[in-house]
């Protein structure tokens, strides 16, 4: 079992920042790999970044070189920053970890980009 709490969402203007973070219970060395989704209202969850456990990431395309995702182990801890956000980020985000074969989802944090 893992418990994910995400935190960090909040309103922003377009072109600001955010970092999210999710914190584990357990070690994140022990979790295979570990990533951001998001919803849209009245849209289907979409990845948005993950991190495996050798370090390696992907991006959804449209997050590409605007976000990043990393991890600290010291703090059981997996971040996602959020630069030259858009309305089009405005979602709730949820962070997700992926021991095999399951999946852990945390209860998702609220990101609106509006002026």
């Known amino acids: 079992q893992v418990q994910l709490v995400e935190s960090g969402g909040g309103l922003v203007q377009p072109g600001g920042s955010l970092r999210l973070s999710c914190a584990a219970s357990?070690?994140?060395?022990?979790?295979?790999?570990m990533g951001w989704y998001r919803q849209a209202p009245g849209k289907q969850r979409e990845l948005v970044a993950r991190?495996?456990?050798?370090?390696?990431?992907n991006y959804a395309a449209s997050v590409k070189g605007r976000f990043t995702i990393s991890r600290d182990h010291a703090k059981n801890t997996v971040y996602l920053q959020m630069n030259s956000l858009k309305p089009e980020d405005t979602a709730v985000y949820y962070c997700?970890?992926?021991?095999?074969?399951?999946?852990?989802w945390g209860q998702g944090t609220q990101v609106t980009v509006s002026s």
């Open positions: 357990r070690s994140i060395f022990s979790i295979n790999s």
């Open positions: 997700n970890g992926r021991v095999f074969p399951s999946d852990y």
């Open positions: 991190i495996f456990s050798d370090e390696t990431t």
